[in-house]
């Protein structure tokens, strides 16, 4: 048998079983000689291990490179065997049989050695190796790089809680700067699509438009260089011997379960948001912006191509409608994009795979082996219990073609809840300070009468038991400055102090039932299309421990936005990781106004203050989690409050809060309790 010239064989000639089998032994050299980058990982771990911090980040750094310099050099050889994502011949009976056995008469040799490359291939895809990389920069105190790499990881991995402490370790470090936190891995379809979701919701729709298109062609692009992966990932050697067909079909059961895997786990997006999440909100995003530029025909596309991804769809379907009695659009303006035919391949794929009774299963790989956690010391430590954040937010508010406009009437508002326990639903009659009646165009309020003076001192009470310092912080005490003594309680750990009878169970049920009412408040007032939903909850408690008064002009919390990252003077919020992006409304309650200083504040977007607000007992501010905002700082006493982040996207709804109210059920507010009923 003489080696095979690649990419000669026609897969329409080649329907007996011999003639696949003898196939199969031919191999032809395509040997790129790439080293093995994975390898070099491995052994950079290893020198990690052994703490040789500047060795271990020269081996990694190398591996990275080498890693680079393979996946170039594979999708060529690849190309060189004939091999496409998508084979133009195939029947269901035993074409894709006679395509993967053509090609392994090639393409072993594109995997340069490796028995699996996708799975090598998805430790630097993932980016596993600047988990490493940032505590070996720390410990060689270089924290810029330090930061980048932690930045970098956290892109990849938004819920990692080793990397969220570490980050807001970092921050807290001489030297740092928001400036050191950019990412070392540019991917092109990435960056296109973080720099559209940011003209776009500027509402710079022919500047989106255009990175929307460029990341939609990285993003297949990534999905093809997936699927090649597959094909040479196969372990012929664990199958079990047996007749031959039946090490085909396994082989090809193998294939097809890591080529429908694509799109969940090429990349950190698809992992967060669901299968298909990232393709149809990428299309809704464009029906949108080409709807705004009155492409129409273009707009359609978009949105049939969307309905496609996802039919029951409301809003879409809504927008379909609006395209079909548009006089300018014909029936044959109606068809989906070409690049569908990704989504239909793949979901025929995953249908032969259900058909043949195949459970379809996730890709896995192995984390670093031990990657260091920071503490104040810098010392390793073992991850608190953290609020992650997810790098990809689903669009719930891409919007259907209608303008939605309030204008309240009256300055006071009826809103009702649901307890955590049973009972009635209470109803209670908030009062609104600001913004005045008929000038609500902004998404700010400040009401009173979210609390009475009575349930402030519970809360205040249980701070004072359950509260410790710097929780959610790392335990760092002194987050934000030197002169103030942080002190904080999440709603889980109070009902967990209630359960093992360490706090007065009425008060963690009273935290518990004032957050929810505030957040049904808010969701009512600013008239919301969609569930408003708990992203944090905290009860907070700021001492000042200045004697002889604070500096100049120095704030208890400096001017931030609390889903993005300011930078410079202001003019630029970037909404990207470590900023928790998923975040879309806050509010803060407070609880009491016996201290001096510590007033809460807007600022315009040069970062002067706008409008001042002070503190009492029951008063609220709610607003959009990206306005500017801060506190002046404290100069005597304690400022007591309970923080509240929301979010539209049910995915990120709170987990520890839904446990909170798991245990709260179960705990009688009297338990404990010398407080009556309210």
């Avoid at 032809?28 to 093995?36: E, Q």
């Avoid at 894709?96 to 340069?112: F, M, Q, V």
């Avoid at 600001?434 to 701070?463: D, F, H, M, N």
């Amino acid at each position: 048998l003489n080696p095979v010239v690649a990419g000669t064989h026609n897969s329409r000639t080649m329907r007996l079983p011999l003639a696949l089998f003898l196939n199969a032994l031919l191999l032809v050299d395509c040997s790129t000689n790439i080293p093995s980058f994975y390898s070099t990982y491995l052994q950079a771990a290893s020198v990690y291990n052994g703490e040789l911090w500047s060795d271990a980040i020269s081996l990694f750094e190398s591996a990275r490179d080498q890693y680079l310099d393979w996946k170039q050099s594979f999708v060529a050889c690849k190309r060189a065997c004939g091999d496409t994502p998508f084979p133009a011949q195939r029947d269901w009976k035993l074409g894709p049989l006679t395509d993967l056995l053509k090609k392994s008469t090639c393409s072993p040799a594109c995997s340069a050695g490796l028995s699996n490359p996708r799975k090598a291939s998805l430790v630097f895809a993932i980016r596993y190796p600047y988990h490493y990389l940032q505590f070996a920069y720390f410990k060689e105190r270089r924290l810029e790089e330090a930061v980048a790499a932690a930045h970098t990881f956290l892109e990849a991995n938004p819920e990692d809680p080793v990397m969220l402490r570490n980050m807001a370790f970092y921050k807290n470090q001489p030297g740092y700067s928001s400036n050191q936190m950019v990412s070392r891995e540019p991917d092109d379809w990435l960056s296109h699509f973080l720099h559209a979701t940011d003209l776009y919701e500027s509402e710079l729709y022919e500047g989106a438009k255009e990175e929307f298109e460029e990341a939609l062609q990285g993003y297949y692009k990534a999905v093809e260089f997936c699927l090649l992966l597959c094909e040479s990932s196969v372990n012929v050697t664990a199958l079990k011997e047996g007749e031959m067909s039946k090490i085909l079909v396994e082989i090809y059961k193998n294939v097809l379960n890591c080529r429908v895997n694509c799109p969940l786990d090429m990349s950190f997006l698809t992992r967060h948001a669901g299968k298909e999440e990232y393709e149809a909100q990428h299309y809704h995003y464009l029906q949108f912006c080409y709807y705004r530029l009155n492409h129409l025909k273009e707009a359609a596309a978009a949105a049939v191509t969307f309905l496609e991804l996802k039919p029951d769809d409301p809003v879409m379907k809504q927008n379909l409608e609006y395209y079909r009695v548009q006089p300018t659009l014909a029936s044959n303006d109606f068809t989906p994009r070409p690049e569908i035919k990704y989504h239909r391949a793949l979901k025929a794929e995953r249908e032969l795979l259900r058909a043949g009774g195949v459970k379809v299963s996730t890709t896995t790989v192995e984390g670093p082996l031990r990657t260091g956690s920071l503490d104040a010391s810098g010392l390793p430590s073992v991850p608190k219990q953290q609020s992650g954040i997810k790098r990809f937010k689903r669009e719930t508010r891409t919007p259907a073609f209608r303008e939605d406009s309030y204008h309240a009437s009256v300055n006071n508002w009826t809103i009702s809840y649901d307890s955590a326990s049973p009972g009635k639903k209470p109803v209670d009659t908030v009062e609104v300070l600001l913004p005045p009646a008929g000038q609500e165009t902004k998404e700010r309020v400040v009401a009173e009468r979210l609390a009475s003076e009575k349930e402030c001192q519970i809360l205040i009470s249980l701070a004072k038991t359950g509260a410790t310092p710097g929780d959610g912080y790392g335990q760092n005490p002194n987050p934000h400055t030197q002169h103030e003594l942080f002190e904080g309680l999440h709603i889980l750990k109070a009902a967990e102090l209630a359960r093992d009878g360490k706090v007065d169970a009425y008060g963690s049920h009273l935290y518990y039932d004032l957050t929810e009412k505030s957040r049904s408040f808010v969701e009512s007032y600013f008239h919301l299309n969609s569930t408003l939903y708990f992203s944090y909850t905290h009860l907070v408690c700021r001492t000042s421990l200045s004697k002889d008064g604070r500096e100049m002009n120095e704030l208890s919390h400096p001017v931030h936005s609390d889903n993005c990252l300011i930078k410079g003077n202001g003019s630029i919020c970037d909404r990207v990781p470590p900023a928790y992006t998923t975040r879309d409304y806050s509010g803060v309650l407070y609880l009491n106004d016996d201290f001096d200083g510590g007033d809460f504040f807007w600022a315009h977007r040069n970062l002067t203050i706008d409008t001042t607000v002070r503190p009492s007992c029951g008063r609220l501010v709610a607003f959009s989690a990206g306005d500017y905002h801060g506190v002046t700082g404290i100069n005597s006493g304690t400022r007591c409050a309970v923080a509240l982040w929301f979010t539209l996207t049910p995915q990120d709804d709170e987990p520890a809060r839904k446990m909170a109210h798991a245990l709260l059920a179960d705990i009688p507010k009297a338990k404990g309790s010398t407080h009556s009923e309210l």
